[in-house]
């Protein structure tokens, strides 16, 4: 089925959506045949093929002056060989001492001239191979969608150099035909080649691209003389080797290991390639101990935190996995285990940490023409912490089950970034026969010898986009179930039993171009609906509708570039009628020259209810309140710069503040320092101390909450080589809670009142003061020497300092890590990648 035909498909549904520009004719270029062996990949392009290549000019503007010749010639070729593909591209410049060369780490995104390259090898529009190279030689890669937005979480294998001399510069590509996934023997694939000139923030093009437009691939040329490429070698093995300690300088009032604990793990990586397009990866004993820590935050809401996704196993064909509604979460596979509860007298010998991943598999490509394949197995151990009795006993306790998560994913993909699919998860537990004291680790009582249930997800979706990419939307529904585990009490007061049936849906439409854009969204989940197991559900029992409609243009002239202002508004009602969130707001952003951009908010919430703080189904009243946001980023071009976002807002009695910054500091093209302050203030809301039944009554208890967070985050980067770099990171965090003064509300017991802030009366001091503060301190150093392409040394040394909560305690203090135990670990981490 063509592209048209889906769009008319899908104007069945909406029908006042507009046909389609007719689309431009896409300049076109061809690659030549050349040996593998007369290619050197040094930049200079001086072998002989590269003299007999056809190389294409015609680069155009696409910033600052849309379709306006390019102010400095650009002009590339293309060679096939047996095992890769070769780009050259000459770079010329009249003024070479004004070229902006800088390097950085692996997929750091450094303000640099460059040169890129999509490559949409696939054929369904919606995606394309991503590959860069800055002017000193820096590398990024990743996956280009079609809003434009390059995801940089996929690695490929490939080669890149870099020259410069007196006319400009020049850049040599090999892209294996390994790392790249044609879909069936087509003989072409769409291209685009760009370069950015950073001292006069211009980005020129090789197939033009309107700026206005919401989707950039159905814009890209053509490179043709693909067909008979022959099939790379199948097999690539990534062994490693990890050897270090951890050290404990003392335990924790929880716990009682210290000392040093030796590491030595091996792992293996595979991936073995079933046709041209078609990849199965497997992970055994994989390990990751040379990411980042998660940032660190104060969260006292009833939303769960989402950090992202840092794993290289996991982050690869992610887009593939992506739907409307967030029904693959990675990071639950892995994910640390919360202490288990233990009996009086009881103390852990350590904590849990993340639950051994034995092995994962995934499989992903196109398995035929138009249709997408992707399938994800993994498999966790269980994992146990040692626990010591009142009396000297050991008992080791589980922590978390032997768990199996699996996930399917067909799409099926018309062309120009419409599709249709399915999606299934599946989450199965391997309990023990018996729970040490009937208790499970959440404090549970097992339920036919079961902690956990089991779940299960099936879904359907759809996304269409107009060729012309002015209208594009997608739909989902999903239907989960679970089986099996004791009754689980959500925040709102529902209550998921085994065997509970649930449903969750979301849609939206949205029209780019200029100079009016607009978005609709929608989305409803049952009470009943659970799909955290394995995906992130931030709340259910409620629907959702959000309209935005906004103005946008670049021809204002002079120092503007472009210019937009919008509004919307937000409304969330739950399933017994109450709003329990509502929004108004107006926003307007401009670009100016030189890329620096400023943005400002004004908003208003309504009274609402809150469905979620008391924990039980009975609601609370929040009052009004109004806000406002300003955010922006300076021009990058020079050696500091500064980026910010913050929010404040206001209302009867209650306020809150949100500031975050990132200062950068480049003094040198090789080195780049940032610091990233955070800091957020809330204080005049009620929220829940404790809900207690007295006899006939229940006894709500409130404090009025302030809060305070800050947070300071380091960065620091040194890039010797293109293949060598030292990255340091260090986070200070600090939080503290002070409630009070105490109100109550009394309610006949197994009610669910409506709780209006007159109704809360004085209340006594509750005794057990649950002010507290917290501290801790992060830090990590990473030496990352790529030695071999593909084959990685680490060398790794992390610092975490986090002393328990200091109760009764409403205020910022970092004594607490004065004379806390700290947990250091070195390790050394060798890959060797083999194909």
């Known amino acids: 089925m063509t592209g048209r035909r889906a769009r008319t498909a899908w104007l069945v549904l909406l029908p006042l959506l507009p046909d389609a520009a007719v689309a431009q004719e896409r300049p076109t270029v061809t690659a030549v045949p050349v040996d593998d062996a007369a290619v050197t990949i040094d930049g200079r392009l001086a072998e002989p093929a590269w003299a007999e ?175 008979g490429l022959p099939e790379p070698w199948p097999l690539e093995l990534t062994p490693y080797d990890l050897r270090g300690f951890v050290y404990r300088s003392a335990p924790d009032p929880d716990t009682v290991a210290w000392g040093f604990e030796p590491r030595w793990e091996l792992g293996l990586d595979a991936t073995l390639r079933l046709g041209s397009s078609l990849v199965l990866t497997a992970a055994v004993n994989p390990d990751f101990g040379q990411l980042e820590a998660d940032q660190l935050v104060l969260n006292l809401s009833t939303i769960e935190t989402r950090y992202p996704e840092k794993r290289p196993f996991f982050l690869a064909d992610r887009e593939i996995f992506a739907t409307t509604l967030e029904l693959f979460h990675t990071r639950r596979i892995g994910a640390v285990a919360d202490p288990p509860e233990l009996p009086d007298g009881w103390r852990l010998e350590r904590r849990p940490g993340e639950a051994r991943i034995w092995e994962a598999l995934k499989l992903c ?258 009052p009004g309140r109004a806000g406002l946001g300003l955010s922006g980023s300076t021009d990058y071009r020079y050696p500091v710069t500064l980026d910010l976002w913050s929010q404040f807002r206001f209302g009867i009695e209650t306020w809150d503040a949100y500031v975050e910054a990132t200062l950068a500091f480049k003094p040198a093209d090789t080195v780049t320092l940032e610091l990233a302050p955070s800091l957020e203030f809330a204080a005049g809301l009620p929220a829940r101390v404790t809900v207690t039944e007295e006899a006939d009554e229940r006894r709500y208890l409130l404090g009025d909450l302030e809060t305070s967070s800050v947070g300071f985050t380091l960065r620091a980067t040194w890039t010797l080589t293109t293949r060598l770099a030292v990255q340091g990171y260090a986070q200070l965090f600090l939080a503290a809670a002070d409630y009070g003064p105490f109100r109550e509300h009394r309610a006949p017991a197994g009610a669910r009142p409506q709780i209006e802030p007159s109704d809360l009366t004085v209340a006594a001091d509750p005794g057990d003061n649950p002010d507290f503060s917290r501290a801790a301190v992060n830090a990590s150093l990473v030496l990352r020497w790529e030695y071999l392409p593909g084959s990685t040394l680490y060398l790794v040394y992390t610092h975490q300092q986090a002393p328990p909560e200091v109760e009764g305690a409403g205020r910022l203090d970092a004594s607490a890590l004065r004379d806390a135990p700290w947990t250091e670990m070195l390790l050394l981490k060798t890959s060797y990648g083999w194909n």
């Open 53 to 227: 290549a056809a190389f294409v000019e015609g680069f155009v503007q696409r910033q600052p002056r849309e379709g306006a010749p390019a102010s400095e010639p650009t002009r590339f070729a293309v060679l096939r060989g047996e095992r890769a593909l070769y780009f050259g591209i000459e770079c010329l410049d009249a003024e070479p001492d004004g070229i902006v060369a800088r390097r950085g780490r692996l997929d750091q995104g450094m303000q640099s001239d460059m040169v890129s390259i999509d490559l949409d090898t696939r054929g369904d529009g919606s995606t394309a191979f991503h590959f860069e190279v800055t002017a000193g030689g820096g590398r990024l890669d990743g996956v280009r969608r079609a809003d434009g937005s390059v995801d940089t979480a996929w690695d490929g294998r490939w080669e890149a150099e870099v020259t410069r001399h007196a006319r400009g510069w020049t850049v040599e590509l090999a892209l294996p035909l390994s790392t790249l996934r044609f879909a069936g023997d087509g003989d072409e694939a769409a291209l685009q080649v760009r370069r950015k000139l950073m001292r006069r923030q211009e980005t020129d093009v090789w197939a033009p691209m309107p700026r206005a437009s919401t989707s950039e691939i159905v814009h890209y040329g053509r490179l043709t003389g693909l067909s």
């Open 365 to 622: 490509g196109a398995p035929a023409p138009g249709w997408t394949l992707g399938a994800v197995s993994a498999l966790t151990g269980e994992e146990t912490v040692a626990t010591l009795g009142p009396r000297g006993e050991r008992v080791e306790r589980p922590a978390a089950p032997l768990s199996h998560f699996g996930v399917l994913r067909l799409r099926y993909d018309f062309g120009g970034d419409n599709a249709v699919g399915l999606l299934a998860t599946a989450v199965h537990r391997v309990e023990p026969e018996a729970w040490p004291d009937d208790l499970c680790p959440d404090g549970r009582t097992p339920r036919d010898g079961r902690c956990h249930a089991d779940a299960y997800v099936a879904a359907v979706d759809g996304n269409f986009r107009t060729d012309d990419g002015t209208w594009s939307g997608a739909a989902q529904a999903a239907l989960t179930a679970r089986v099996g585990g004791p009754s689980r009490l959500l925040a709102d007061g529902t209550s998921l039993d085994a065997g509970d049936l649930g449903w969750a849906a979301a849609a939206w439409v949205a029209k780019g171009g200029k100079p009016w854009r607009a978005r609709l969204e929608a989305d409803a989940t049952s009470a009943e609906a659970w799909y955290n197991d394995l995906g992130y559900q931030s709340r259910g029992n409620s629907a959702r509708l959000s309209a935005r409609a906004g103005w946008w243009t670049d021809e204002i002239g002079g120092p503007v570039q472009t210019l937009q202002a919008r509004a919307e508004a937000w409304d969330r009602v739950n399933f017994d009628g109450r709003l329990v969130w509502h929004r108004y707001g107006v926003e307007s952003d401009v670009l100016f020259d030189g890329n620096n951009w400023l943005e400002a908010r004004l908003f208003y919430d309504p009274a609402a209810w809150d469905d979620r703080e008391l924990r039980d189904g009975a609601v609370l009243r929040r």
